[in-house]
């Protein structure tokens, strides 16, 4: 069964920096994307960065500049770098796939844990 494992959130203070990491565990053939989303208290789940098999990258608005996601030479890791981290930062960050598990299938979707991450002021 396929599952992600997150780690590296915490309590950092205003400016600070932090790195999340996310691992793949299971069966797999290949990883058409990789990602990290967010979701603040009483707020929708937004995208953070992504980047896709071919190394394209993509960031959120409010991330360009101070964020930077990476993979693994394996691609079966991503890795998110928070730099000059603000209070607004301050979430549930999500990992998220896109994983080819089965050859009869379309890929699946799986979704890390969460790790809080909260920036103090």
């Known amino acids: 069964q396929v599952q992600l494992v997150e780690s590296g959130g915490g309590l950092v203070q205003s400016g600070g920096s932090l790195r999340l990491s996310c691992a793949v565990s299971g069966f797999i053939f290949s990883i058409n994307y990789m990602g990290w989303y967010r979701q603040a208290p009483g707020k929708q789940r937004e995208l953070v960065a992504t980047v896709a098999s071919g190394g394209s990258t993509r960031y959120g608005d409010s991330v360009k500049g101070r964020f930077t996601i990476s993979r693994d030479n394996a691609k079966t890791t991503v890795y998110l770098q928070m730099n000059s981290l603000k209070p607004e930062d301050t979430a549930v960050y999500y990992c998220?796939?896109?994983?080819?598990?089965?050859?009869?299938?379309?890929?699946?979707?799986?979704w890390g844990q969460g790790t809080q991450v909260i920036v103090s002021s």
């Open positions: 998220n796939m896109r994983v080819v598990d089965s050859l009869q299938s379309p890929p699946n979707d799986y």
